[in-house]
C-alpha cells in the first residue's frame, strides 16, 4: 500500500470525504468531497464536478465546476465553469463566469469608476 | 480509486469523515473518523483522536488511534496516545508513549 501513497504529490481530497472546520495551506488542492467552514489557501483551488464547499474561501484562484455556497475572494482569479453553481460572492482582479454556470451573488473587481460616476461604492 | 492526500503544507482543524483511504502529509487537528486506511507519512502530524480501519504511521501522532482492524507504527514515527485496536504492530526505532489495548 506504500506506493499508493508516493502516487501523487497533488494534495486531493476524494469524493467520500468531508471535512468540517478550517483548512489553510499553500499548495494547490483539488476537492472532490465536501468541506464546510474555512478554507485560506495560498494556491490554486479545483472544486471538481460533485465536490461540495459550504465555506468563505480566500485563495490565489479558484475553478469551480462543483458547487461552491460562501464568500469567494481571490488575489487572482475566480473561474465559474459550465455546469458549476455558485452562491455567494466574488470578490477578484479577474472573475470568469462561462456559459452554463449558475451564479447567485455579489462580483466585485474593484473596478476603477469613470469620474463623475459616484454610485456610493 | 481516488485518494485523498492532505498534502504537506496543508493544515485542518476540524474534523475528516469519509469513506475511502487518507493519506496525510500535512497537520490535522481535531477529530478523524474513517472507514478505511489512514496512512501518516513521515512529514504528516496528526494531533486528533482517530477511528479507522487501520492506521500506519510514519510521522507522528497525537492523540487516541481506535483501529478495528489494525494499527502499525513504524520505525522514526512519534506516537502519544492510547491504542486500541486487534493487532497493534510497533517497529523497531518507533517511538510511544499510551496504552495498548488488543481487547477491541
Known sequence: ?121 | MANTVIGSSIVIDGEITGDEDLVVRGTVKGRVSLRENIFVEDSGVLEANVETATITVHGRVTGDIHATERAELKSNCRVVGDIRSPRVLIADGASFKGTVDMDA
Open chain 1, 1 to 121: 500500500m506504500a506506493s499508493v501513497t508516493s502516487r501523487s504529490s497533488t494534495c486531493v481530497l476524494g469524493p467520500q470525504i468531508a471535512v468540517r472546520g478550517a483548512l489553510s495551506g499553500e499548495e494547490d488542492l483539488v476537492v472532490e468531497g465536501r468541506i464546510e467552514g474555512n478554507v485560506a489557501l495560498a494556491g490554486h483551488l479545483v472544486v471538481a464536478p460533485g465536490g461540495v464547499v459550504e465555506a468563505d474561501l480566500e485563495v490565489s484562484s479558484i475553478e469551480v465546476h462543483g458547487e461552491v455556497r460562501g464568500d469567494i475572494v481571490a488575489s487572482r482569479s475566480i473561474t465559474i465553469e459550465k455546469g458549476a453553481m455558485v452562491a455567494g460572492n466574488c470578490r477578484a482582479p479577474r472573475v470568469i463566469i462561462h456559459d452554463g454556470a449558475k451564479f447567485d451573488g455579489a462580483v466585485d473587481m474593484d473596478v476603477q469608476l469613470p469620474d463623475g460616476l459616484h454610485r456610493g461604492r
